[in-house]
């Protein structure tokens, strides 16, 4: 629960709360709503039906590389960003993005065997490395859709039926 009281600066927001309501100062993303900007190492994202825009630290999925404490690096449906992470282990079912585990993407049940909810967390996995193990009856698929991939982002795959 965020108790409502932000003390940051003008142009930032308190995010990354830890239990105690404790949390860092983000930046709002400046610009255009075109062409919302932030600094080198966040992304602008947009939540809230567009009302909320933050400045949040730009990550990777397969290297789980948020430093803020208890975040994850999760898929917004359009970058991966740092967000405050939830408790539910893969095959589980989950109705936001951030509700997994670090290291799963709440993902359609379609895509998925045996999922008891619309969707279940699954597991990210490396394309070089698959590793599905964790969750039978998926394999190893693209997230990207072929050549969409940002560089370093090629070998990102998630744990899914394949085709489906």
Avoid: H, K, R
Wanted: hydrophobic share 30%.
């Amino acid at each position: 629960s965020v108790l409502g009281t932000d003390d940051c600066d003008v142009g930032y927001m308190c995010y990354y709360t830890d239990q105690d309501g404790l949390g860092i100062c983000v930046p709002l993303c400046t610009g255009s709503p075109d062409n919302p900007l932030c600094e080198e190492q966040f992304n602008c994202s947009v939540s809230n039906d567009g009302s909320l825009l933050l400045c949040l630290y730009a990550c990777d999925p397969l290297l789980q590389d948020c430093a803020q404490e208890g975040a994850g690096c999760f898929w917004d449906g359009a970058q991966f960003n740092c967000d405050p992470a939830g408790d539910i282990n893969g095959g589980e079912p989950c109705g936001y993005i951030n509700d997994c585990l670090p290291g799963n993407l709440c993902l359609d049940s379609s895509s998925l065997p045996n999922c008891a909810g619309a969707a279940c967390c699954s597991p990210w996995c490396d394309l070089s490395n698959p590793d599905c193990s964790s969750l039978p009856g998926t394999e190893c698929v693209a997230f990207y859709d072929e050549g969409t991939a940002p560089p370093n982002l090629v070998d990102v795959g998630i744990c899914a039926i394949p085709g489906a």
